[in-house]
């Protein structure tokens, strides 16, 4: 099988995450809870990870480094716990129902009322309209780094400015680009950042988290067992325990650190080069094939994503030919983003999403090109 659906999750990872995953069935117990070598084990684990973490996205308190099992859960962290009656958000029509659907929980629930930020037809923000959204009580603009169904990436340092300017928090969405393209919380004015482990960064499922700003405030999303303090009622107000109820997944988040060194030692910016590299030969061999329609902008910057559709056909049977016919995974439909598939003019065909990793080569984008041709001129 050609494995082209990694903007879901990559499916190939290094030898070095599935070796540490292993090591640390073996070896680690209960980080936080209790001395023996087990637990201390487990600890080191836990603790070297945040520390990578916190350095690969130049963040200086890797204490504030909370994990969760996903972007999901580490994105309905922030936004249920940072909002409070009254406050207004804004967002945009690009978003992932990861954001999107506990923002609308929330307004329908009277807390907060929400702005959403239109795009054009290519999928791009406007970002004249994102600084005229803000008012008075705006508290935060929560939004994406780069889009999972077009692939376009966000201006995180222009928007960071609007933010900084305007004295709003920024909550950012880093599904898409964490370990293939490079990101400082400081220098993008990052108040909150949410990333999964199982994309960009080469770990496994199961594997996320967020990095909480010192002078950033979240509420538990959830209460448990912590290490520590346990006569409080309260969670904990610590971090990273104030975030990280119950037992951590160490074994998954040995597997992150193998996948985040590994990252760090190729470079962020070559991992990304290549996966570019790959779309963009892909894009440029299929775009006048006739009845193949693109979306997205392919003059900016962007991920290794290309989505398309062809004529007179529903993205879903393109999706099931690619597979049964050349054995080429890809991803169809909605992408769980349905304003973004309403700007681009897909709301009713969904598209097909071919997504490349590093572990992709030039003779996969041949393969896929043909396919398509195939398809497209039938």
């Given at each position: ?45 836990v ?35 940072f ?70 990436v ?89 975030l ?20 760090r ?46 004529e ?26 349905p ?28 393969e ?11």
């Amino acid at each position: 099988m050609l494995y082209l659906d990694n903007a879901a999750t990559t499916l190939q990872k290094p030898q070095c995450v599935i070796d540490a995953m292993l090591d640390a069935m073996n070896q680690a117990g209960n980080a936080a809870r209790g001395v023996h070598s087990a637990s201390l084990c487990a600890a080191r684990i836990v603790t070297e990870a945040r520390q990578q973490l916190a350095e690969l996205f130049e963040f200086p308190t890797p204490n504030r480094v909370c994990f969760t099992s996903n972007a999901t859960e580490a994105l309905n962290t922030a936004i249920k716990g940072f909002f409070q009656r009254g406050d207004h958000v804004i967002t945009t029509a690009m978003e992932h129902n990861s954001v999107l659907r506990p923002l609308f929980c929330l307004q329908d629930e009277g807390i907060i009322r929400l702005t959403v930020v239109d795009a054009d037809e290519k999928g791009r923000i406007l970002y004249e309209e994102l600084e005229r959204a803000v008012q008075k009580e705006t508290r935060a603009l929560v939004i994406q780094h780069a889009s999972n169904v077009t692939g376009n990436v966000n201006d995180l340092e222009r928007v960071g400015e609007i933010c900084r300017r305007k004295d709003v928090a920024l909550i950012v969405d880093a599904s898409q680009t964490a370990g293939t393209i490079p990101i400082s919380m400081k220098a993008m004015n990052i108040a909150v950042l949410c990333f999964t482990g199982h994309k960009g960064l080469l770990g496994p499922q199961g594997t996320g988290g967020l990095l909480v700003r010192e002078d950033v405030e979240i509420k538990p999303l959830k209460e448990g067992g912590s290490g520590i303090h346990s006569y409080d009622r309260r969670q904990p107000k610590d971090y990273p325990e104030h975030l990280e109820a119950g037992t951590l997944n160490t074994h998954g988040i040995a597997g992150l650190l193998a996948a985040v060194r590994f990252v760090r030692e190729i470079g962020v910016e070559k991992i990304g080069h290549h996966e570019r590299s790959l779309a963009r030969t892909f894009y440029k061999q299929i775009r006048d094939i006739p009845n193949v329609k693109l979306y997205g902008d392919f003059e900016g910057e962007r991920t290794g994503v290309v989505s398309l559709n062809i004529e007179g056909y529903d993205s879903g049977e393109v999706a099931d030919e690619l597979m049964e016919r050349f054995e080429i995974a890809t991803r169809s439909g909605a992408h769980c983003a349905p304003l973004a598939h309403q700007a681009i003019g897909t709301a009713d065909t969904g598209a097909v999403r071919f997504s490349f990793s590093y572990y992709n080569t030039m003779e996969d984008v041949k393969e896929a090109v043909e396919a398509v041709r195939t398809l497209a001129l039938e």
